[in-house]
């Protein structure tokens, strides 16, 4: 008993301080494990990111020894999380149903985590509602279930019936609702929860503002996002790496570089560490406000360039029509043996069709999964859709949408009916128009661009159709606006 009672200490040692290796080895040794060296099992191979050797140690003994530890449930659930394991996730669910253990807090907050983040929002509310103890977590992570899938109202409705329950929701609480708002681009909600949150006691901190800022941000509000930004600094909150992030894409979004600038040297006189994150968004901000140097010049002074990194800078060559450095940069980075990625391909091909590069891209294309282990996805389709288009490649560009693996996408569409009306072939338009009206679109631009190929034609009936049929869909087309610049001011 004491040589079992030994090895357990020592494998939870080992597992304690990171080194897997020596907890397994120990843990192999003891013919007969306890709760005790499980979890510490369990714990460490999930906290080191080995979430499958976590539900495996939980698999491999849940059978044979008497599980009734609390504290292995919540973990395993976490590893279940970690790899978006749903079916293994039922699975402990079962175990915890069969030991009686669904009404323990804790477990139960594991399962609404679990359900909530493996995208299974019914089943976490049916543990939510059987619970017959709840804490603020339990609300709090079924309120971010909520929030993440878009159920905003469901959401309020827990807050509402949480106050009710005598329980106050906590900072991070109202920092998940607020965010899910923001991101819809609902303003006056967010806002109103902001306020209502100041005058529930709870002062908002740094997290707050950065949920509201990257709301904001994510529904292209760049104006609230600047403006947020200046009422953050007057209130007194130091921003951080996440607040820079999530202003610079507003400077993008609103050409105004001026802005974009001062937030740089804001960076420097903070002192914040420019990581590759910074960068990469500042190498984008300077693109969109149409300055390559400040671009370049940002990328060069980067330490340890990633993915991101390059591809900024070779979406910034291809937005700019500089297709020549963009496949030099691309070209350098497979010699400094970075992996590109899906957006890697997307920029490069990108570039070659807006410079005319046709046999450029398609060579790439087509030695996509060959030379760079990356399949062809629809964005990639897209590209080569709107080059061959672009150089009148008509047929061409008709033959590759016919043969893509899935179904066709509104951009692509976009570019293909725009291509046929610049270069005449209604005739290629009018074939794809007939099978699209059996898709599930869901943007305005394809369908508006054929009943414009029609009207050209004079074909009333077929105008009309088109446009029967996007009102069946609940397409509309939006209005369209711009921006003026008035004193420094750029306003819609």
């Known amino acids: 008993m004491?040589?079992?009672?030994?090895?357990?200490?020592?494998?939870?040692?080992?597992?304690?301080c990171g080194d897997l290796k020596s907890s397994g080895f120990m843990f192999e040794k003891i013919k007969t494990p306890n709760v005790f060296a499980v979890n510490w099992m369990v714990l460490a191979s999930a906290?080191?990111?080995?979430?499958?050797?976590?539900?495996?140690?939980?698999?491999?003994?849940?059978?044979?020894?008497?599980?009734?530890?609390k504290f292995t449930f919540?973990?395993?659930?976490?590893?279940?999380?970690?790899?978006?394991?749903?079916?293994?996730?039922?699975?402990?669910?079962?175990?915890?149903?069969?030991?009686?253990?669904?009404?323990?807090?804790?477990?139960?907050?594991?399962?609404?985590?679990?359900?909530?983040?493996?995208?299974?929002?019914?089943?976490?509310?049916?543990?939510?509602?059987?619970?017959?103890?709840?804490?603020?977590?339990?609300?709090?992570?079924?309120?971010?279930?909520?929030?993440?899938?878009?159920?905003?109202?469901?959401?309020?409705?827990?807050?509402?019936?949480?106050?009710?329950?005598?329980?106050?929701?906590?900072e991070f609480t109202w920092n998940v609702v607020i965010a899910r708002f923001a991101r819809r681009g609902d303003i006056n909600a967010a806002f109103s929860l902001f306020g209502r949150m100041n005058k529930e006691g709870l002062v908002p901190d740094l997290v707050t503002w950065n949920a509201l800022i990257s709301g904001f941000n994510q529904s292209q509000c760049p104006f609230e996002v600047l403006n947020l930004f200046g009422n953050m600094l007057v209130s007194g909150i130091k921003p951080n790496h996440v607040t820079v992030t999530g202003l610079l894409p507003a400077c993008g979004f609103t050409s105004s570089i001026q802005k974009g600038r001062q937030i740089h040297c804001l960076i420097y006189r903070l002192a914040l560490n420019v990581n590759v994150f910074i960068a990469s968004a500042l190498i984008d901000m300077y693109s969109k406000c149409g300055s390559v140097k400040d671009a370049r010049n940002v990328f060069d002074k980067i330490r340890s360039k990633n993915a991101a990194s390059w591809n900024a800078l070779i979406g910034c060559y291809g937005?700019?029509?500089?297709?020549?450095?963009?496949?030099?940069?691309?070209?350098?980075?497979?010699?400094?043996?970075?992996q590109a990625d899906d957006a890697t391909l997307t920029s490069v091909l990108s570039a070659c069709s807006h410079s005319g590069y046709?046999?450029?891209?398609?060579?790439?294309?087509?030695?996509?999964?060959?030379?760079?282990?990356?399949?062809?996805?629809?964005?990639?389709?897209?590209?080569?859709?709107?080059?061959?288009?672009?150089?009148?490649?008509?047929?061409?560009?008709y033959e590759?949408?016919?043969?893509?693996?899935?179904?066709?996408?509104?951009?692509?569409?976009?570019?293909?009916?725009?291509?046929?009306?610049?270069?005449?072939?209604?005739?290629?338009?009018?074939?794809m128009g007939k099978q699209i009206l059996k898709m599930e679109l869901k943007r305005p631009g394809g369908f508006v661009t054929l009943s414009n190929i029609y009207a050209a034609d004079g074909e009333w009936e077929?105008?009309?159709?088109?446009?029967?049929?996007?009102?069946?869909?609940?397409?509309?087309?939006?209005p369209g606006f711009s921006w003026t610049r008035r004193g420094g001011f750029v306003g819609e």
């Open 400 to 431: 590759l949408v016919k043969e893509m693996p899935f179904e066709v996408t509104d951009s692509i569409l976009g570019a293909f009916f725009n291509g046929c009306k610049v270069h005449g072939r209604k005739d290629l338009a009018k074939l």
């Open 462 to 478: 077929e105008v009309e159709n088109v446009r029967k049929l996007m009102k069946e869909k609940k397409i509309h087309k939006k």
């Open 2 to 16: 004491e040589v079992l009672s030994l090895s357990s200490k020592l494998v939870g040692m080992y597992a304690g």
């Open 319 to 338: 937005k700019h029509g500089m297709v020549e450095s963009a496949i030099k940069m691309f070209e350098r980075m497979q010699v400094e043996e970075v």
């Open 74 to 170: 919540s973990v395993v659930l976490k590893a279940c999380v970690g790899l978006m394991y749903l079916d293994k996730g039922k699975e402990v669910h079962a175990v915890v149903n069969k030991l009686c253990l669904e009404s323990d807090v804790n477990v139960g907050n594991g399962l609404i985590d679990m359900y909530c983040k493996c995208g299974n929002v019914c089943y976490a509310r049916r543990v939510f509602d059987r619970m017959t103890e709840r804490d603020v977590a339990s609300w709090t992570s079924m309120i971010s279930g909520y929030c993440n899938v878009g159920k905003s109202e469901e959401a309020l409705g827990l807050i509402e019936r949480m106050n009710l329950e005598g329980l106050q929701p906590n």
């Open 47 to 69: 906290f080191n990111g080995y979430f499958k050797e976590a539900i495996g140690y939980f698999s491999l003994l849940s059978e044979s020894i008497n599980l009734r530890n």
């Open 358 to 397: 046709v046999e450029k891209g398609l060579k790439i294309f087509r030695s996509m999964k060959q030379s760079y282990g990356i399949e062809c996805a629809e964005e990639h389709y897209g590209c080569v859709v709107d080059m061959l288009c672009r150089s009148g490649r008509i047929i061409e560009a």
